[in-house]
């Protein structure tokens, strides 16, 4: 019983961007990357900087809390 009900939420979480995010600018990080691939191609150079791209957020949060997302860890691991 929990295949059916997990295979008809992962298909809905796969479509419900297509019908809401149908403008570019407002596109995720997935649905902008499948916009570089067509039927028969796709453009990895593209792909590779969009991707590139859309780390520099993430590495620079990690990068200005690093500390503190560390120390909660080693503080946690020692209980």
């Known amino acids: 019983m929990g295949t059916p009900i ?3 939420v ?3 979480s796969n ?3 297509l019908f809401i995010l149908n403008r570019e600018e407002t596109f995720t990080l997935p649905l902008g990357v499948q916009a570089f691939a ?3 191609s796709v453009d ?3 792909v590779l900087a969009f991707t590139s791209l859309s780390m520099l957020p993430a590495l620079l ?3 200005l809390f690093q500390r ?3 120390g909660g860890l080693t503080g946690a ?3």
Do not use: E, H
């Open 44 to 46: 990895t150079a593209k």
């Open 15 to 17: 479509l419900l961007p």
């Open 68 to 70: 503190r997302i560390v």
């Open 10 to 12: 992962d298909a809905g």
């Open 6 to 8: 997990n295979r008809s």
């Open 38 to 40: 067509s039927q028969y």
């Open 77 to 79: 691991v020692k209980g």
């Open 61 to 63: 949060f990690f990068s």
